[in-house]
């Protein structure tokens, strides 16, 4: 099985920045899409960003399409989201999901992700 663990959130002022990380268990990951899901207070998760299993496509929520990035370290089994120019909409439990299969494009659908993360909470104060 994958395991995925994230780390780097916290509270920011608007405006400022934040790097979340998401750490495999092991190289099995390194061959699945990797994606960042995000739950609002009240609200349902949804979709943000999504690297497929070798880099090279990547895909953002219209939301955050520019402030955002996503990119994966695979000598280290580590996918990153840099989080830029933060908004308070921007406030929630974010959360990292590997592909349930192998050698994926990448894909917006939660049903797709069969590897969660515990998720991470992000902060953002006017």
């Known amino acids: 099985q994958v395991q995925l663990v994230e780390s780097g959130g916290g509270l920011v002022q608007a405006g400022g920045s934040l790097r979340l990380s998401c750490t495999a268990s092991?190289?099995?990951?390194?061959?699945?899409?990797m994606g960042w899901f995000r739950q609002a207070p009240g609200e349902e998760r949804d979709f943000v960003a999504v690297i497929d299993w070798n880099g090279d496509y990547i895909d953002y929520a219209d939301s955050v399409k520019g402030r955002f990035t996503i990119s994966r370290d695979y000598a280290n089994n580590t996918v990153y989201l840099q989080l830029d120019s933060l908004q308070p909409e921007d406030t929630g439990l974010y959360f990292c999901?590997?592909?349930?299969?192998?050698?994926?494009?990448?894909?917006?659908?939660?049903?797709?992700?069969?590897?969660w993360g515990q998720g991470i909470q992000v902060t953002i104060t006017v």
């Open positions: 092991g190289r099995t990951a390194s061959d699945r899409a």
């Open positions: 999901a590997a592909d349930r299969y192998t050698g994926g494009i990448g894909t917006r659908s939660e049903a797709r992700y069969g590897y």
